[in-house]
């Protein structure tokens, strides 16, 4: 059994940093706190599914892979929300985290949803995206003969999942062990040897594509500087011997900085240099921000002067050992 873990996406990492410090009277303020509202239950609808894998008592060994990007030969994507693997079948499985009455059109291939309050809506086809993904591992694994099944899971127990076509099972979460186990009683022939299938979990992750960070925005649309999470991000914070203070609540804190620089990560760029930082956290001593740079001993390029510091992947995790309280 070999079961990979679930990170955060870096869209919804980005999308969390610009939700904090987006101005409200932006002409796109809405469209982003609702881009977020739909990552955040799109992962949270994924984590739940995750925990099903957990207790699944499986005849085979088996490995499962979660938010797989793979690139077709036409360059376009395939994110694979989960794949299991087993010696006898893979399983794709879609994930959707929404509430209200589904309806999925075999003939337009639209999935409709009506809110409890008649607002009508549009979704992607979550099982005509099945099928696509499903083709695409046909041609990905031509030189195995493993059948390869798909399935659509619904997160949100209170969605019902109205007319739907037969052709890619749809249903809630909690069906998925009896489904995982029909599927055992239908596969019983195994093609894959152990040594392939670790071949298989070796090379997929080779294959897959981080996502990308969206494009950055103007930095004059949202809020610069170390903001005070006790003044829901509304008002700045000023550094003074090694501490941030709330110039409206006085609220004081040392590692608040990491989560601000890791914003700074996801808005600006996975660099800074002496002078950026004084300028988005509004420092004003060079030598006080030359300090503050040192001490989380970021590796950095070039001299003294003009010394570039690389911010890390999961900013708030490294910098923690390095504040005075922890
Ligand atoms: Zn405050």
């Known amino acids: 059994m070999n079961i990979a873990v679930r990170e955060k996406p870096l869209k919804l990492l980005w999308l969390e940093a610009l939700k904090r410090r987006l101005f409200e009277e932006d002409p796109d303020?809405?469209?982003y706190h609702e881009q977020f509202r739909r990552f955040d239950a799109g992962f949270a609808g994924e984590k739940k599914v995750d925990r099903e894998w957990l207790e699944l008592v499986c005849p085979y060994t088996f490995l499962v892979l979660h938010n797989l990007i793979l690139m077709n030969s036409a360059q376009h994507s395939h994110q694979l929300d989960t794949l299991f693997?087993?010696?006898?079948?893979?399983?794709?499985?879609?994930?959707?985290?929404?509430?209200?009455?589904?309806?999925?059109?075999?003939?337009?291939?639209?999935?409709?949803?009506?809110?409890?309050?008649?607002?009508?809506?549009?979704?992607?086809?979550?099982?005509?995206?099945?099928?696509?993904?499903m083709q695409f591992l046909k041609v990905i694994f031509q030189n195995y003969s493993l059948p390869i099944e798909g399935a659509v899971i619904i997160a949100n127990p209170s969605a019902i999942i109205a007319s739907h076509p037969k052709t890619i099972p749809i249903f809630h979460v909690?069906?998925?062990?009896?489904?995982?186990?029909?599927?055992?009683?239908?596969?019983?022939?195994?093609?894959?040897s152990d040594e392939q299938l670790t071949q298989i979990a070796q090379q997929f992750p080779c294959r897959h594509q981080s996502s990308k960070i969206p494009a950055p925005i103007d930095s004059s649309r949202y809020r610069q500087g170390v903001l005070c999470p006790k003044c829901r991000y509304k008002s700045q914070m000023h550094y003074a011997r090694?501490?941030?203070r709330c110039s409206y609540c006085q609220f004081a804190s040392e590692e608040i900085f990491a989560e601000a620089l890791q914003d700074y990560r996801y808005l600006v760029g996975s660099t800074i240099t002496n002078k950026q930082l004084r300028e988005f956290f509004d420092i004003h001593s060079s030598d006080a921000a030359n300090r503050l740079l040192r001490k989380f001993q970021f590796p950095y390029t070039g001299s003294y002067k003009n010394r570039v510091y690389q911010l890390l992947e999961n900013l708030v995790d490294y910098m923690k050992p390095f504040f005075r309280s922890s």
């Not at 337009?108 to 086809?125: A, L, M, S, W």
């Not at 909690?174 to 022939?189: D, E, M, V």
Request: proline share 3%.
């Open 85 to 133: 693997i087993c010696s006898n079948f893979m399983l794709v499985v879609e994930i959707k985290n929404i509430n209200g009455r589904l309806d999925f059109d075999d003939i337009t291939h639209q999935c409709i949803r009506t809110k409890p309050d008649g607002t009508v809506e549009g979704f992607p086809n979550a099982i005509t995206q099945t099928q696509r993904h």
């Open 242 to 244: 090694g501490i941030w």
């Open 29 to 31: 303020f809405s469209y």
């Open 174 to 192: 909690s069906g998925l062990q009896k489904h995982l186990h029909s599927l055992f009683r239908k596969y019983t022939q195994a093609i894959l």
